[in-house]
């Protein structure tokens, strides 16, 4: 192939900030993270090479077997039901149509540009013991009141419940597009032959919609892995470190105990994980490149 | 057929009765922040104020350094929303509509970073910003955050629908490299900067952890941020605090509110969804 000197020039002048923010920025941090994790560094200063020591240890850390535990019990809680939860409500927003949709929308959509300290705010004090409204609720099903965050078996499917309703409303817009996708002549044409509505659900709008699930689906599963803020804001952790977490174990490690080597060694563990999991979505997103 | 009807409207009364539901907690924490504090805490739903008051705002805007924790949040939100949409076009534009040696090689890591959790680096960008001196400064909660493949892959498939002889024509009639990006092709995607630049703004006011970390000081806070020290400083106070959080909420609720059609654009656009 051949290339113009004067669009060469031009295209390595436009691609030279990403470039260099790209190497100053990733790559150089990710070799670096690498290189500390062999290191016993501080946060903050050098350190000696300790081989595979940190590796080591960590796989016998009572703590960080605690957190990935937590950390996989968290997206237990909040992948699959957020995932149904927002197709259904997609589904009852579709039907809508005009204002009374725009307004639907908002109203289930709102929650999610919310920064997460305004979330943490608003649910400590809907949660909280004695003047919270949700303790109603609570007091309702559960026969007494709770101080969730303070008790290590309600702890971590509230954050759970509390994430649900803060990001549902990002998968509802994808479910929406997902069904706007599905041609309504199926339905008639499934109607005209006499389906029921879930007979309508299991084999038309199921099947169709799955792309836009899987897409869903692994989303949340790489963004869950990640959970940290929320925990660390209603519970830091505690009680008893029931809500510890990967991303809070480095954070930890790093910052309060000044363990930089070891910190790194808990983040290129989690870098793995996620980049495993990254390829498996790449996977599921190309057989959905694939059908359509 | 009547008895269709019957069963729409039900279903579309317990859609609404869901949605209400939903939004309750934002209605509630903004009512809650119109009353004063002991009628915060009397027994019982007291949907609406008996008194309205906007004493929990005068508080903090009189008592936190809520004024110095917007301009941060400003200039730091504006500066990455401003840089990442710069540094994105120019490198979509040269990968789309340039041909040069190693664009295949740049795609394709650029494909791959998709997917690559930037959060994991916490550790080696706080050692990073120590070591330009930028703790505690606003290009140090900037610079982590202008790494966005996302909106590279985004301009390239935009600009990929322009055909070449386009950019050959402009050539001939004598514009310059440059004036073709800024002057034809930047202008002809205006709508996909906009709703780019409206949910980089929104997710980096929303971000918590790296300005969280990488600032310590409470005059150079983010206002996400430093609304959880009005919590830390005042203990139970909750008209207070929720007037803090209102007030943090209040530029990306209003974004949304102003350009809901973009924001859901965008989203979808970053989601790899067409809609």
């Known amino acids: ?292 | 057929m009547k008895r269709l009807n019957i069963s729409a409207a039900i279903l579309t009364i317990v859609t609404v009765a869901c949605a209400l539901l939903w939004a309750f907690p934002l209605y509630w924490a903004v009512i809650t922040t119109l009353k004063n504090e002991y009628e915060v805490v009397e027994p019982g739903i007291g949907l609406w104020p008996k008194i309205w008051t906007l004493g929990g705002y005068l508080y903090v805007i009189t008592n936190t350094q809520i004024g110095r924790w917007y301009l941060n949040s400003f200039v730091t939100s504006g500066a990455v929303t401003i840089l990442v949409l710069m540094i994105s076009a120019a490198c979509g534009y040269a990968l789309s509509q340039l041909r040069f040696p190693g664009r295949t090689i740049l795609w394709l890591i650029i494909l791959a970073s998709f997917m690559v959790p930037i959060q994991t680096l916490i550790v080696t960008h706080f050692i990073l910003m120590n070591d330009f001196g930028f703790i505690n400064r606003w290009a140090g909660v900037v610079l982590p955050q202008l790494i966005v493949p996302v909106a590279i892959i985004i301009y390239k498939q935009f600009f990929d629908q322009i055909p070449r002889e386009y950019r050959e024509a402009a050539l001939i009639d004598g514009a310059s490299e440059y004036q073709l990006f800024f002057r034809v092709f930047l202008p002809m995607n205006w709508g996909i900067t906009t709703a780019l630049a409206i949910i980089t703004f929104i997710g980096a006011w929303n971000n918590f952890l790296w300005p969280f970390l990488v600032v310590t000081e409470q005059d150079m806070m983010n206002v996400t941020v430093g609304i959880t020290q009005v919590h830390d400083a005042f203990g139970v106070q909750y008209a207070r605090n929720l007037s803090g959080a209102v007030l943090a909420a209040l530029p990306v609720a209003l974004a949304y509110l102003l350009f809901q059609r973009r924001v859901t654009e965008a989203i979808m656009l970053s989601a790899g969804i067409k809609g």
């Not at chain 1, 003047?131 to 009141?145: C, K, N, P, T």
């Not at chain 1, 940290?228 to 505690?238: C, E, P, R, V």
């Not at chain 1, 808990?266 to 359509?292: D, H």
């Open chain 1, 1 to 292: 192939m051949k290339f113009g000197r004067r669009e060469i020039t031009a295209a390595y002048v436009l691609v030279a900030p990403f470039v260099i923010a790209y190497l100053v920025l990733f790559i150089y941090p990710t070799f670096k993270m690498v290189e500390l994790s062999f290191t016993n560094a501080p946060l903050i200063g050098a350190g000696d090479w300790v081989g595979f020591a940190n590796y080591i240890k960590l796989s016998k850390d009572n703590l960080f077997i605690q957190a990935a535990l937590h950390t996989g019990y968290f997206v237990l809680l909040t992948v699959i039901p957020t995932t149904l939860i927002g197709l259904a409500i997609a589904m009852m927003v579709s039907r809508l149509n005009g204002w009374l949709q725009s307004l639907v929308l908002a109203a289930f959509f709102l929650p999610y540009i919310l920064p997460v300290t305004v979330v943490y705010l608003i649910w400590t004090w809907m949660l909280d013991l004695q003047f919270g409204i949700a303790q109603y609720a609570i007091e309702l099903f559960h026969g007494s009141r709770v101080a969730v965050f303070r008790d290590r078996y309600w702890a971590m499917p509230t954050v759970a419940f509390v994430t649900i309703w803060w990001t549902n409303g990002f998968n509802v817009l994808l479910f929406i597009a997902g069904l706007r996708n599905i041609s309504q002549d199926i339905y008639d044409a499934a109607a005209l032959d006499g389906a029921s509505r879930w007979q309508m659900f299991r084999n038309i709008t199921w099947p169709l919609v799955w792309p836009v699930t899987a897409l869903v689906l692994t989303i949340q599963l790489i963004l869950q892995l990640k959970i940290f803020d929320q925990i660390y804001l209603f519970t830091q952790g505690g009680p008893f470190n029931s809500t510890y977490v990967m991303v809070q174990f480095i954070y930890k490690n790093a910052f309060q105990l000044n363990r930089g080597g070891y910190a790194a060694t808990v983040a290129v563990a989690l870098f793995a994980v996620i980049v495993v999991v990254s390829v498996l979505q790449y996977q599921v997103l190309r057989v959905r490149g694939g059908r359509s």
